[in-house]
Every structure is written in structure tokens, then in C-alpha cells.
């Protein structure tokens, strides 16, 4: 049914800057809120940033506000995720997902069609 696939990922130095792509296999993405989330060894899941099906309204963690911004071009059946001032904290694998509970105080917690992930590594 549902493909998606993550890219961008790479090497970067702190205070540099990464921008991610998931990109979904047909047009269903667009009615669907995303989510991007992150694994890092060692470290719980993390919801990063979600954005609705519209791209209206977004979501993100504390950790990352302010620094990475989260959009979206459903013509190209895209969501995307700017990342500035990274930092070592922000080293991990990023995923995204369908967010199934895309409200203010559930997302990033009920997700699905995750895709394979993309590494971000963050180091001098």
C-alpha cells in the first residue's frame, strides 16, 4: 500500500545544516499527517516534527523548535525536513511516518508505514 522512503541523510559538523526527504511511492501521502521521528542508541524513539495532511498546522519537539522546519509539497507526494544548528544531540537515524494521532498533545505517539530511515551524524 503505503512506501516510504527517507533520504538526505549524511555526515555534517555542528552548526551545519541537513535538509531530509520522504518521499511516498503514489499520492495517498497527501491525506495523511507525517511524522518525522529519530533513534538513537542508547536514547528512547523521539518524535521530531509532524505536519498535517494540509500542511497547516505543525508540530515539534522542544528539542528541535526553532532550529528544524517541517513542510510539505503534496504535489510531489513529499515531506520534508529542514534541519539548522545541528548539533551532537542530533545524531541518530530519522524516519518518517504516517502519524495516526496528529493532535497537539498525541503526536508522534501512534504511527505506521515507517520507512527504512536515513542517518544523520553529526560530528567534527
Known amino acids: 500500500q503505503v512506501q516510504l522512503v527517507e533520504s538526505g541523510g549524511g555526515l555534517v559538523q555542528p552548526g551545519g545544516s541537513l535538509r531530509l526527504s520522504c518521499a511516498a511511492s503514489?499520492?495517498?501521502?497527501?491525506?495523511?499527517?507525517i511524522l518525522w521521528f529519530r533513534q538513537a542508541p542508547g536514547k528512547e524513539r523521539e518524535g521530531v516534527s509532524c505536519i498535517s495532511s494540509s500542511g497547516g498546522t505543525k508540530y515539534y519537539a522542544d528539542s528541535v523548535k526553532g532550529r528544524f522546519t517541517i513542510s510539505r509539497d503534496n504535489a510531489k507526494n513529499t515531506v520534508y525536513l529542514q534541519m539548522n544548528s545541528l548539533n551532537s544531540e542530533d545524531t541518530a537515524v530519522y524516519h518518517c511516518a504516517i502519524d495516526l494521532t496528529p493532535t497537539s498533545t498525541h503526536w508522534g505517539q501512534d504511527f505506521g508505514y515507517w520507512g527504512q530511515g536515513t542517518q544523520v551524524t553529526v560530528s567534527s
Open positions: 503514489d499520492s495517498t501521502l497527501d491525506y495523511y499527517a
